[in-house]
């Protein structure tokens, strides 16, 4: 697949990951499916950061599919040889209720999976699935792997920060790797902690919003004091990593850092004088989830190598928030 690089599609291109992994196949040779949801609010969105991509003009094609309508995803995989799915509702306010959202979530993710089948030309499918899907196993483990599950009554009874949305994300993720074994599909999920780096969307990503909570200032939304993190191209190169190799199915956590908020504030004030951080005496008061490691050996032993370092992370991340007048 190197070379005759062919044709993928990617569910979710206007978010922040899936923007950045389709501009990533475009510089990669790969000729370009993206979903945009059909609603009339989407339609009239400005796709601009999209649309002028190098090489979007000749090697971008826009679809119009919903979650809510599974079917409606089949015209984009069509003649496609890989599949990224990274569409998801989020609905951290719980403004609908949790059955709602994981009804549409797992449907649609089962949908998608079944046009691939339908498709005869998909070789793989990679599944963005979440921390939330490990992170929240009732248990006291400071380093999670790939036989980690998050426990889904215990986010039901506990109810905490985003509930729902790890409730949809690991059904989701059990869903697909289920139907991938009963239909024979090649299916590979990728873990995702915190993604913190460069952005093309317009919006403001909410993982680069929590990160920098410390430079935004926003010291009352401080809800984790432990982040597990990954930048956010080593996430676009691993998804593509897994389409392009052979490796095995199955599950791989892709989080190569975990960061504590002491640790971001005695970076941050060093490098970045002009804002006004929180020191690691000022954070003792504050109370929050510390994250527990995902370990990412599967995918290293796999042949995969992490390409930036926390700073980087936080370098870049800045960077392009004052650039886009967020700082």
């Known amino acids: 697949?190197?070379?005759?690089?062919?044709?993928?599609?990617?569910?979710?291109?206007?978010?922040?990951?899936?923007?950045?992994?389709?501009?990533?196949?475009?510089?990669?040779?790969?000729?370009?499916?993206?979903?945009?949801?059909?609603?009339?609010?989407e339609r009239k969105r400005d796709l601009s950061f999209l649309t002028n991509l190098p090489n979007a003009s000749e090697r971008l094609q826009f679809f119009n599919a919903?979650?809510?309508?599974?079917?409606?995803?089949?015209?984009?995989?069509?003649?496609?040889?890989?599949?990224?799915?990274?569409?998801?509702?989020?609905?951290?306010?719980?403004?609908?209720?949790?059955?709602?959202?994981?009804?549409?979530?797992?449907?649609?993710?089962?949908?998608?999976?079944k046009a691939c089948v339908h498709s005869k030309t998909v070789k793989r499918v990679i599944y963005t699935s979440s921390g939330s899907a490990v992170s929240f196993t009732g248990k006291d483990k400071q380093v999670l792997d790939e036989s980690d599950w998050s426990d889904v009554d215990l986010f039901r009874t506990v109810k905490p920060f985003g509930w729902s949305y790890g409730v949809s994300k690991t059904l989701a993720e059990k869903a697909v790797l289920q139907?991938?074994?009963?239909?024979?599909?090649?299916?590979?999920?990728?873990?995702?902690?915190?993604?913190?780096?460069?952005?093309?969307?317009?919006?403001?990503?909410?993982?680069?919003?929590?990160?920098?909570v410390l430079v935004l200032g926003k010291k009352?939304?401080?809800?984790?004091?432990?982040?597990?993190?990954?930048h956010v191209d080593d996430v676009a190169r691993a998804h593509i990593y897994l389409l392009e190799n052979p490796v095995e199915g199955g599950r791989y956590n892709c989080s190569p850092f975990i960061v504590s908020i002491e640790?971001?504030?005695?970076?941050?004030?060093?490098?970045?004088?002009?804002?006004?951080?929180?020191?690691?005496?000022e954070l003792k008061e504050i109370k929050g989830a510390r994250l527990p490691h995902l370990n990412s050996k599967k995918l290293v032993d796999a042949g995969f190598e992490f390409k930036?370092?926390?700073?980087?992370?936080?370098?870049?991340?800045?960077?392009?928030c004052k650039e886009k007048n967020y700082l």
């Open 1 to 41: 697949m190197a070379e005759g690089k062919g044709r993928v599609c990617v569910t979710g291109g206007t978010g922040f990951l899936g923007s950045w992994i389709i501009k990533r196949l475009l510089e990669d040779g790969y000729s370009v499916n993206t979903t945009v949801r059909a609603d009339p609010a």
């Open 66 to 113: 919903d979650l809510s309508n599974p079917e409606s995803f089949s015209t984009a995989i069509e003649g496609c040889v890989g599949i990224f799915h990274t569409a998801s509702p989020i609905d951290f306010a719980v403004s609908e209720p949790e059955e709602v959202v994981t009804k549409r979530t797992v449907d649609g993710a089962l949908g998608i999976l």
């Open 220 to 230: 009352e939304q401080i809800g984790v004091t432990r982040f597990h993190m990954v």
């Open 263 to 281: 640790e971001m504030s005695q970076l941050l004030s060093a490098k970045y004088p002009e804002f006004q951080i929180l020191t690691v005496d």
């Open 179 to 212: 139907f991938g074994e009963q239909h024979g599909l090649d299916v590979v999920t990728l873990v995702l902690p915190f993604i913190v780096g460069r952005f093309i969307c317009p919006k403001l990503p909410d993982s680069i919003e929590k990160a920098l």
């Open 308 to 320: 930036y370092s926390v700073d980087d992370m936080f370098d870049d991340a800045i960077q392009c």
